[in-house]
């Protein structure tokens, strides 16, 4: 197994079913990459939207008691909605684990386009998300 990157149109990424032998192979390869590590960007961007808005959703005058123990009569609206942005919040973490994991065991295959293809997408996922971060 190659340690050191190179450039080659063949490479086994992930599993034994993705191994690729040829040029349209790797560059359908690249493109998988690229688009998994725009969607990894976006999900980050999403989780900083959510964690935004759960925020703002928790009631203005916090103290530790009402954190702790909910007021009589259930929970309030506030505390529901900090619950559900929270539950959000917990799947955009998974997935984006998942999706981050993914792209570093393609990467770690050590062939230097799909690298390549992992930087050029994690920098146009980060380059078209931000902006909408602002109107989150």
């Known amino acids: 197994m190659q340690m050191s990157f190179y450039f080659s149109d ?3 990424l992930l599993f034994d079913f993705w ?3 040829t040029p ?3 560059v359908l390869s690249v493109l998988v990459i690229l688009l ?3 969607f990894y960007e976006a999900i980050k961007m999403g989780k900083a939207v959510l964690l935004r808005r759960a925020l703002l959703a928790l009631p203005r005058s916090l103290s530790q008691e009402s954190l702790v123990e909910p007021e ?3 929970t309030g609206p506030a505390q529901g909605r900090w619950f559900r942005y929270h539950v959000g ?3 955009f973490h998974v997935v984006q684990v998942v999706l981050g994991y993914t792209v ?3 990467v770690m295959s050590y ?3 799909i690298f390549l293809g992992a930087i050029a997408g994690s920098t146009l996922g980060y380059f078209m998300v931000y902006p909408l971060l602002g109107r989150g």
Do not use: D, I, P
């Open 104 to 106: 570093m065991l393609a």
């Open 36 to 38: 998994l590590s725009m």
């Open 72 to 74: 009589e009569g259930g």
């Open 19 to 21: 191994s690729v032998h």
């Open 89 to 91: 919040q917990t799947l």
């Open 111 to 113: 062939n230097a386009w």
């Open 24 to 26: 349209t192979g790797m």
């Open 10 to 12: 063949t490479a086994v």
